[in-house]
């Protein structure tokens, strides 16, 4: 008797674990031909022009890899859109958000925003879920043994300003023509703008230029002030570290001041 009850008593036992085994093997084959991205982006606001191009860019992207290849080697590519307005804190509101969506969760994590980057490292460390920052964010998140989610791709500011002194160096005929010379870092005031003051502060002690830091308050489309300071330092160059309409307000004021734009380098956003 005792036998025949054990029996009966595994049987929905036994029932349990396999419909949980056929759920979990069905969400494995799901995750096997899905993979879900947020599309984090920002279509509205004064750097629409460049979020909204590069984001659409990218959705269309991934539709046409499912369209033409069947996805990437024949795992679909999900998306859902989330409006960030180039805003920290709406950058982190989509990130919760989103970052549970689809059978596996967010694959990666794409922020277009050096300020939005720097708020999500904790964040997607902690929830295992890797950051890709394009040629912005954190230079120091090069480091993999220190940042293990954190993968800014191809370069990055600190390169990138190197390769503009580089440049800076070879119009006045070699580095160590540098010394004495005066170069103004004209900002984006914020995290994205502020990255390459250290190393600038480096760079000038090393060569014997002198640089002076000056902010641009967001979104740049004010820059009078800024500009008469440039006109009273007199330097030989300027970097322009601009985003958005900061870009084309700093050429036109620089006109108008009588700054000649052969002497402006910009970062690639401008």
């Known amino acids: 008797m005792f036998e025949d009850f054990a029996k009966r008593a595994a049987r929905p036992?036994?029932?349990?674990?396999?419909?949980?085994?056929?759920a979990i093997a069905a969400t494995g084959a799901q995750a096997q031909q899905e993979q879900f991205i947020p599309a984090n982006f920002y279509w509205v606001g004064p750097y629409a022009p460049g979020g909204s191009g590069f984001g659409g860019g990218m959705i269309d992207y991934f539709a046409m890899l499912n369209a033409r290849d069947g996805g990437i080697n024949g795992v679909k590519l999900t998306w859902e859109k989330c409006e960030t307005e180039y805003n920290?804190?709406?950058?982190?509101?989509?990130?919760?958000?989103?970052?549970?969506?689809?059978?596996?969760?967010?694959?990666?994590?794409?922020p277009l925003s050096t300020g939005i980057t720097y708020s999500l490292i904790e964040k997607a460390t902690a929830d295992h879920?890797?950051?890709i920052s394009m040629g912005y964010g954190r230079t120091d998140a090069s480091d993999g043994r220190v940042?293990?989610?954190?993968?800014?791709?191809i370069t990055n500011y600190w390169s990138q300003n190197t390769a503009k002194i580089k440049f800076i160096g070879m119009?006045?005929?070699?580095?160590?023509?540098?010394?004495?010379?005066?170069?103004?870092?004209?900002?984006?005031?914020?995290?994205?703008?502020?990255?390459t003051i250290g190393i600038l502060d480096v760079q000038a002690k090393k060569y014997g230029f002198e640089v002076t830091h000056i902010a641009v308050p967001h979104p740049?489309?004010?820059?009078?002030?800024?500009?008469?300071?440039?006109?009273?330092?007199?330097?030989?160059?300027?970097?322009l570290r601009g985003w958005g309409v900061m870009n084309p307000t700093a050429l036109k004021a620089a006109a108008k001041a009588g700054f000649p734009r052969e002497k402006i380098v910009g970062v690639w956003w401008t």
């Open 147 to 153: 940042f293990p989610y954190i993968f800014p791709l």
């Open 88 to 110: 920290n804190a709406r950058g982190v509101e989509c990130y919760e958000r989103l970052k549970k969506k689809g059978p596996t969760g967010a694959t990666v994590i794409h």
């Open 171 to 195: 119009k006045e005929g070699g580095m160590e023509k540098l010394k004495g010379k005066k170069i103004v870092n004209l900002y984006h005031d914020s995290a994205y703008g502020k990255e």
């Open 220 to 239: 740049g489309n004010e820059q009078q002030s800024q500009w008469l300071q440039i006109r009273q330092i007199r330097p030989d160059w300027v970097i």
């Open 13 to 22: 036992v036994a029932a349990v674990v396999a419909a949980a085994g056929l």
């Open 129 to 131: 879920v890797p950051i």
